[in-house]
Structure formats: structure tokens, C-alpha cells
């Protein structure tokens, strides 16, 4: 069964809908309301729940139910899945933890749920939930004033740990940054990451996939769809190199750490899979890559209006050794020597200096783009000084379906802001030069991956 | 001379004083009249700016100037030095560009300056100034609204680059993080980081400095100074691989770089310095290395409410092979499990899981400090659960003087917030595990130092 009704459900229970702010059930249903979706509180000591009307049971409701959220506590998700199967409820998100991560007992608890649940198709346990920003569907427990939710975007989000997805999704608020869908998938009891993956394979608003993984469900599976997938839509993945954390401070002092997770990056490879490896990491790829035109070979240009950064990206380029700052002929150099300030530097980086402003960036980009000498660009500025203004994103975003480009933005308040600016017109941009690097060097990655 | 009445001036003339808003001339004076010395706007055609009367020339002070910056185009400024040196004016700061870094005739130009200055000490030119939060003394012509300026703090940062400078202290204020002093040594025509180095040496406000550098002045000199002082107050150093851009561009291809930079790290490792990548890695070694205890050993506890976050940091601490993950003896273990809950992880890493409360690092820190099995504390918190409060960072910052804390932050608003707290109370934080775990490989590193 597609994944449709779980991520795009028509109507909605949440199990255990509570009155009292702060509780999961009351968050949940707080969150749910804002959908389209039809939705219904069950509850069966409350008439009423935030102006909806209150059902007993599930059973007690006569429509069809797409997606039951069940916020409950762990001994009563049975029971609720019980009645959720007895009327043939699609979808059931379980949210509780204290299953199969706390032992055996847990483990035979999820069993159980396995035998009762039928035909419905369950998410978690354990989990945080699901986010899709473009229909307004989110399950997730955490109040908006302690985790920021990110607009609507081109990245799908599919995460087994609940704390990174949290985190990650509030920065990506912070800097405006937009996903197509979050799913959390928790204990992995029925839905896994292989069937997200190729949900999101088809969804036209997702451009790129970001996964973060403590252990695969079906590495073959998992390796066979990706290599499908990934030409056309990059794929990007954190391995957390263990599942059970015996097993890891173990082999911490063993060294089979360091063996095993060389074979993740071997057949990551193989399958062209983007490997991450912190989870910032992970949504600073997916979002170059979602956006980012290919390039065409490893020529980067280097612009900027602060010199210690031009040489700072400089230096990392070069010492990664996987792009490399282009050679500019004379003639381009002759050619850039006439838009900028007499004391700026036309070599590779073109340092357009503190006093810059923003034409002489445009005309910069002008004059690489016709020179065919560089195959794709990173754009840094510093908004400190008083000669850029706010509508430099603008400038610079024009070029982006030329050729490739990637911004940072240094600084404080200003900079975050204008990363915001940025991401508006579809263009990455990053806190800091290291970041920038990294993901350009990633976007080339993939586009070889895709032409070879 | 000592440099403490170019730093802590009790009279200032800004020479070339603008009423325009905006103009460098009018940013100068607005912020040197906010600190507590006399101030006398230099400008033949007006009689007053911004409330203060106006001279014709600083000929026409009776009072002795202890500094003049130069807020005059660079023609100009010969001009003014030949007055500023008639009537004795101690230090001057020449913020204008345009001299030795755009050839021979800007070459010429200094000369002429150092020939003309007399007892005079200069700082620039071509620099951003200075910058004291303790006595207010800023002469930075950036105006707030574009650069914000960081508190007092307990670094000392010196830079040679004033675009690195606006947006690493842009960031510290950003983070709340603050500095004793700012000095920018521009074209170090006259004043040079050796001379800084020794000032700060002996400030007692300083606790470590951070130099950005794109050349040594005197690089003998340097090292000799750097090892003294370093095994006291550390220093961290940036070193931009090359100075005059021709020279990079060419060395970039023929590998002479990569050799160069060698002797660099080898003779950073000789006289103690300790040595920073990025502009950032610059102000996050340095306020570690302020504010942190010295580790005893490389043992290091991993506490955190995100178990993807305790894995990474264990994942990047065992993989650097600086420090490690320390084992923790059944006892510490079992009485580490009365405190925290029943699900979390006790092993090292210590994940309180995302239902942990404030409480639980508490108990945990106090189980840990009595152990004496770890040297130091890796501390993560992701905010976005409920559980924990805004006072956590008040409960860790007590332990930090018993052992080691670095803490970080992950997320959107809230965490920026809960950093600024931890750095209030001089506990050293950082937005995600990556610096934390490079900061406090750093500190050890350091301690490490001292001790041979």
C-alpha cells in the first residue's frame, strides 16, 4: 500500500487528544487541527478538545480514518491499535517510546502490535512524527516555541532519531531553509526507510533525499533503490556507525568500528549515495544538491569582498584537492581589471575588497559566466561593510541557473539573514567558508556520480 | 613607548570628523564620544559636530592628544600627520587604505609618513582600528547597525585582516561572547603584532589571544615572545599561508605552499602556539582556551539529551585520536543509573534521552566529579524537548570549576540563547558538537603543553 494516506490523509484521529496544554496530546492535536484534514480527538473522559468534538474510541467514529495518531503511553498503544484495526484505520503513527529500545519485553510488545495491527501500516514507535509543511500535516509533539518548524522546500527529511530531526529542522528555521516532508521513523516496526525512499523518489517537490540512519532495515534493498534513485535524485545519508550502544563502546576499543564503516563508505559509494558525516552535514548536502546546478567540471571561481576569506576558501579548495580554483586568462583578467575598484584583486580569488558593492559582483559574474572559464562559482560576502546592500541575494541569485553557485554569508545577525535572503531565491548558502566548500565539493560529487 | 595611551586614551581627536551620517568620519566620532575621554572633532568648515565644538586643526588644541585617528582619504593624511607630529600628539590610527598594498607609490607613501611621524606611534595604515570594550574606546568605522559590537570578555584579538575582524566580532556578539580588546594592525607601517603580543601579555584582563596574520613583521621575534607567554597565557594564531596574492597564485601550482605552511605548523608546535584552520576555529580556541580548566588527562565523559549527537561526538573524539571516550567503572555505571532514566544510556556516552531534566545532568556531573575517572566534560543539550529549563546552562556552569566543561548547543533561536548563557557564565559553547570536540582537543592540548 502507497504511502499517500499517511502523508497526505484526509481525516485524522488523535488517540488519547488531551485538554491540558504542554501534554503530547494536546500538542498533536493543536498541530493537526491546522491541516485540511478532517480530525477527530478521541478522549473518553472530555466532551470537547480545542472546540472539536470528542469521541470515546475510534470506533465510535463513522468515517473512514486515514491516519490515527496514538498518543499514548506505551502499556496502552496495544489496546489502541486493537480498536484502530477493528475499524480498519489506514494509518497509525505510534509515538510512544519504551518498546524494542529498552529490551525484551519491549520487543514482544512490538510483536503484538505486528499480529493485531491488520492491514494498517504503522509508524515508529518511538517516534517524533511526521512534518509535510505543503499540506499543513504535522504530528509532531514538540510546541512550535521549542522547535521552530521550516517552511515549505525541496528536501525530504527521513530520520531514525528523533533528537537529530528535532535540532535539524529548528536550524533550518533559524536560516529559512525549507523541506518537502519530514518523516520520523523511529523503532522501524513496519514502515522503513526504504519505502520513504521511494515515496520521495516520486514526489515531484522533493529534489533531494536526507537520511539519517542508526541501522538499515534492508541494506541490500537499501543499496538497490539508491543506486536506481540517486542519478536522478541525489541521496544523502548519515550511518551512525552502530545500533546498540553495547555493541559500540565495544568495538570503540576492538578497532571493528573503523572496518565496518569502511564498508558503508565503499558501498555508499557504489551506489552513489552522498555520505555525511555530522548532522549538520547532512541537510548542508541535501540542500546544495537540491538546488544547485551541476557542474560541469572543477573549476571554481572564488569571489568575495573579504580577503582573509577568499584566502581561507582558497586554501580549503586546494587542500582537499577534489575542485580546484581556476586559472583566468588574461584577457578575463583584463576584462575584470575594468568593473572593480583599482585596488581590488582580479586573480583567482577575486577579492572585489570591503569597499565593494553589488554591481561590481553582478559584473563579476557578468564576465565569468561569458568567459566559459570556470565551471562553477562560490560567492562570498561579508555584510559588515556599508557598500553591499540587503538586495545582493537578488544579484547574485540571477546567475544561478548559469552556472553553479554556492554563498556564505560571515557574521552575526546580518549574515543569518541574508542566508535567509538567499535561500529564498533557491541559492545555498552557509554561516561560514568551511561549509560552502564542502558542499560544492559534494554537488560536483554527484553530477560526476551522474555522468559516469 | 608602552601601548597604553593608544589603548586607553584620555583625549581623542578625530582628524577629517564628518557631520554626515554615515560617512567614516561621523561613525569615528560618534563612537569615540561614547567613552570617557575628551574628544575633539578636526574639520576646517564646521563649527560644531554632533554637539562637540570643532577645530581647524589639532594645531589648534591646547591639551595634549594621547590619539588621533585619521579619518582622511589617503592623500590627505600626510598632511595631517606632519600637524598631528607638530604639536605631539602620542599615537595615531590611519584608517585609510590605499598605501603600501596597492604598489610602489602607496610603498613611497608609507615611507614618507615614517619619516615624517617623529616620536609618534602609528597603528595602520589601512585598518579597522581599535576596539576596548572595558573603557569604551572604539574606533571602529563600521557603524553598529552593520557590525555589532562584542561585550568585555577575556580574549585579546589582534588581526591584520579588518574584513576577518568585522565578522568574527559581528558573530561574538551574536553568540554574546566577549572580548578584552580589538586591535587592528592593518598595514603595520609602525605598531606590529609582536608589540600587541606583549601588551596583551600583561593585561590582566586577558586571559588568551587570538592573531590573525597574513605576515610576520618579525617572524624571529614572534616566536621567541610566543614562547615565553604561551605557556601562561595561551595564544592562538591564524597564519594566512601567503602574503602578496601574485606570490599565492603562483605557489598554488608549483607546491612551494604546502612546504612553507609545514615550517609554519612545525615552528607554531616549537613556541606553544596553537594553531587555527578558519577565521572561526580562531575565536572558538581562543574562548576555550580562556575560559576552560586545564584537563589532567585525555579521559573525556560525553553527556547529552540527543543520542545521534552523543554518538557523533564519540565519533569524531575517537576518530581525531587526541583524546578518548573514557571508561567508566561498573560502580560510576550503576550509580549513574540511580539518577538518570530508566532508558537512558549510561555507558559512556551518557545519553539522558530527550525525556531528561536539568536534574539529571546535575546528578550526572556530581557522580562523575566524585568518580575521578573522567579529566573532562563534553556537555551537549538540544533544547527543543521540553524537559530541560533555561536554567541548565546555570546548573553545569557550577562544575566548571572542578573539571574541564566545553558545552554545545544544537538548533534554531533557542539554542543561540542557551549559548549566550553558558558563555555568561564563562562556560565556553558552541552551536554544534564539530567545535566543541576541536575546542577541547585544544585545551588539552595546551594543558598538555605547559606541562612538558
Chains 1, 2 share one sequence.
Not at 484526509?10 to 494536546?26: Q, T
Not at 511526521?130 to 512550535?144: M, Q
Not at 558501498?267 to 548542508?284: H, W, Y
Amino acid at each position: 500500500m502507497s504511502l499517500e494516506q499517511l502523508f497526505n490523509p484526509k481525516s485524522i484521529a488523535v488517540v488519547g487528544a488531551s485538554a491540558k496544554k504542554g501534554k503530547v496530546g494536546n500538542i498533536v492535536l493543536r498541530q493537526v487541527k491546522e491541516s485540511r484534514a478532517e480530525v477527530y480527538p478521541i478522549n473518553p473522559k472530555e466532551p470537547k478538545i480545542e472546540g472539536l468534538k470528542c469521541y470515546r474510541s475510534v470506533t465510535e467514529i463513522e468515517k473512514q480514518i486515514d491516519l490515527a495518531v496514538i498518543s499514548l503511553p506505551a502499556p496502552l498503544v496495544l489496546g489502541a491499535i486493537k480498536e484502530c484495526a477493528s475499524v480498519e484505520v489506514r494509518n497509525a503513527i505510534v509515538i510512544a517510546g519504551g518498546f524494542k529500545e529498552t529490551g525484551e519485553r519491549g520487543k514482544r510488545a512490538e510483536k503484538q502490535i505486528l499480529k493485531t495491527k491488520g492491514k494498517m501500516r504503522i509508524l515508529g514507535p518511538n517516534t517524533l512524527g511526521i512534518y509535510f509543511p505543503g499540506n499543513k500535516i504535522d504530528t509532531l509533539f514538540l510546541p512550535p516555541d521549542r522547535m521552530q518548524r521550516p517552511k515549505e522546500g525541496k528536501i525530504a527529511f527521513i530520520s531514525q532519531s528523533g533528537a537529530i530531526a528535532a535540532t535539524l529542522m529548528d536550524r533550518l528555521a533559524l536560516y529559512g531553509i525549507g523541506i518537502s516532508a519530514f518523516v520520523g521513523l523511529g523503532n522501524k516496526l513496519d514502515i522503513n526507510e526504504n519505502e520513504c525512499i521511494d515515496y520521495f523518489a516520486n514526489d515531484q517537490k522533493t529534489k533531494a533525499i536526507c537520511v539519517y540512519l542508526e541501522s538499515f532495515k534492508d541494506a541490500k534493498g537499501f543499496g538497490e533503490r539508491c543506486k536506481k534513485i540517486s542519478p536522478k535524485k541525489p541521496i544523502v545519508v548519515i550511518k551512525a556507525g552502530r545500533t546498540e550502544r553495547g555493541k559500540r563502546a565495544a568495538s570503540l576499543h576492538t578497532g571493528s568500528l573503523a572496518g565496518s564503516d569502511q564498508v558503508v563508505d565503499g558501498a555508499f559509494k557504489q551506489c552513489g549515495v552522498i555520505r555525511a558525516k555530522t548532522p549538520n552535514e547532512l541537510i548542508d548536502l541535501g540542500r546544495a544538491l537540491a538546488y544547485t546546478l551541476p557542474p560541469k567540471g572543477r573549476r571554481v571561481a572564488i569571489i568575495g569582498n573579504a580577503g582573509g576569506f577568499c584566502v581561507t576558501c582558497c586554501d580549503l579548495i586546494e587542500s582537499h584537492g577534489i575542485l580546484r580554483v581556476a586559472n583566468l586568462s588574461s584577457r578575463t583578467k583584463s576584462e575584470l581589471k575594468k568593473v572593480v575598484l583599482p585596488f581590488a584583486s582580479v586573480e583567482n580569488p577575486i577579492d572585489l575588497t570591503a569597499s565593494a558593492v553589488d554591481r561590481m559582483y553582478k559584473d563579476t559574474l557578468d564576465i565569468l559566466v561569458e568567459s566559459k572559464e570556470v565551471d562553477c562559482i562560490l560567492c562570498g560576502t561579508s555584510p559588515q561593510p556599508p557598500g553591499l546592500t540587503e538586495k545582493l541575494p537578488e544579484v547574485v541569485g540571477r546567475y544561478a541557473d548559469r552556472l553553479p553557485i554556492i554563498a556564505y554569508l560571515v557574521g552575526g545577525r546580518e549574515a543569518i539573514e541574508r542566508i535567509r535572503s538567499f535561500e529564498k531565491l533557491g541559492v545555498a548558502a552557509y554561516p561560514e567558508p568551511e561549509s560552502a566548500v564542502k558542499t560544492l565539493e559534494a554537488v560536483w560529487q554527484w553530477a560526476e556520480n551522474t555522468r559516469t
